[in-house]
């Protein structure tokens, strides 16, 4: 397991030198929005929801996220129609129209390959009205992959976070890997990252950001209560009454 960890620890070694300055210029995007008043809008398809899920009502996370989905991407229900809906053209793009974000809202895509329908018509239908995509993806996944869309994510990204994800995904054993997939740790660590670069700019302007906290430390439950009420209104996501782990 040894090469298991060194492998691991190598990678996040090579996407913090490959994006720490993508990771600078996204946080300025996520704060301008939110000094806006804006949403960040975050999207993937497949075992990328996961990530969708880590930026979304989670404890030390900003308030001001919505996922943007459609329940025909979830594999837990439907593996093989999750695969063909995010290859699907047209679906992406009818989520977005249906959501309706706009400036200053911000978009966040998460694909490590980047070259299904799904991910790139997102973040083109975004970048269309006039929003900020921020794409968390793998450009040498991405060149190694089947091409099922005419362009790719990073195509129509403001700003691409190199995840540093090796083709194929899997890096176990060394020399001829075939398990232990990593984007799921990397594209996780991208986000703690780029959520740490934010707090620290926004200290630096004096501005006090809107971050859940977890309901089992005291004082959380009201701070939650009062994010809740802010936002309720434009993420409709946020209606369930429990709080944030």
Not at 33 to 56: K, N, P, Q, R, Y
Not at 150 to 170: C, F, I, M, N, S
Request: proline share 8%.
């Amino acid at each position: 397991m040894t090469d298991l960890a060194d492998r691991v620890r190598s990678l996040l070694d090579d996407l913090d030198a490959r994006s720490a300055p993508a990771i600078r210029t996204a946080a300025a995007l996520l704060l301008d929005a939110i000094e806006s008043d804006g949403i960040v809008h975050a999207a993937g398809a497949g075992h990328s929801l996961t990530l969708v899920c880590e930026t979304f009502y989670r404890a030390g996370g900003i308030a001001p996220v919505r996922p943007l989905w459609d329940p025909a991407v979830l594999p837990l229900a439907d593996a093989l129609g999750s695969t063909e809906a995010e290859r699907r053209p047209g679906l992406g793009r009818s989520v977005v129209q249906k959501t309706g974000p706009r400036p200053p809202d911000v978009a966040v895509v998460f694909s490590t390959s980047g070259r299904n329908p799904y991910p790139v018509e997102i973040a083109q239908e975004c970048a269309a009205r006039g929003m900020a995509v921020i794409a968390v993806t793998s450009p040498e996944a991405s060149v190694r992959a089947d091409a099922r869309a005419e362009t790719k994510l990073a195509d129509h990204a403001t700003v691409v976070l190199d995840t540093a994800v090796p083709p194929g995904d899997v890096v176990y054993p060394s020399g001829s890997p075939h398990t232990a997939a990593v984007s799921t740790i990397l594209a996780a660590y991208a986000w703690s990252r780029l959520l740490a670069e934010l707090d620290d700019l926004a200290i630096a302007r004096g501005v006090e950001l809107p971050r859940w906290v977890s309901a089992n430390v005291p004082g959380g439950d009201a701070v939650n209560k009062r994010l809740l009420a802010r936002y309720r209104d434009r993420i409709p996501e946020l209606a369930s009454s429990g709080q944030p782990g």
